[in-house]
């Protein structure tokens, strides 16, 4: 049996088109909440890994936690006069998110996913989720990509379990699916999604339509630019 972990955002979902108008909401919001300036809310976005528009592939937007994000996003606010407590910014922040999900645009990265991704459970394919984005917005993301359904498993944030790159998700399905380590694959657009493949001794995909094979670390065993190949990776694994 065989079995694909994907990650969601980036991978299964275009990333900017959904993530870049939430967070903007969402660090506005704040910043009025909190009583800091715009230049607070500024370096907050660059800090989480947001310049010109564009998002960073590894920075903490793309591949870090809510936990992560409402660090630097305290920090950031302190630098500019006002002290929160970490349990409430965290509190905060994940509210804003929630309450701004509605503004990104919900984008497959390939038309044909639903399609893809019934091929791939026709073949007898055990498929799975891994993201640090929480329970709420995935599945809302997942039903608006016609991909709600289709996954044996959805592991989310704030499940009570450690975040990717953590090998725990890995060592679960292998358990409770009945899915063996060397059957195991891990697609994903970033270098956290690489080492929580690697933690977990299992293959790794990276997509990405950028040239960046050379310098990923740790390296993946493929390299796509289309999650379509995975018709034909699924054929050399394990």
Known sequence: MKGIIFDKDGTLLNFEAFWLPVTD?????LARKFCVPAAAEETAKQKIGIHGGKVGKNSVLC??????MSEIVRAVFSDFGTETAEKEMYR??????????????????TPNLRELLQSLKTQGVKLFVATTDNLSITSVCLKK???DGLFDGVFTDGAGYPPKPDPYIIERIAKEYAVPRENLLMVGDT???????RNGRIKAAYVSQENEGAVLSPSPDFLMRDLNELRSVGRNFP
Request: hydrophobic letters at 45%; aromatic letters at 10%.
């Open 92 to 109: 905060e922040l994940c509210s804003a998110f929630e309450a701004n999900m509605f503004r990104g645009e919900v984008v497959p990265t």
């Open 145 to 147: 990509l016609g991909a």
């Open 25 to 29: 909401a969402v660090l506005k919001d």
């Open 191 to 197: 270098c956290t999604d690489l080492q929580f493949a």
């Open 63 to 68: 591949a870090g936690t809510y936990a992560q």
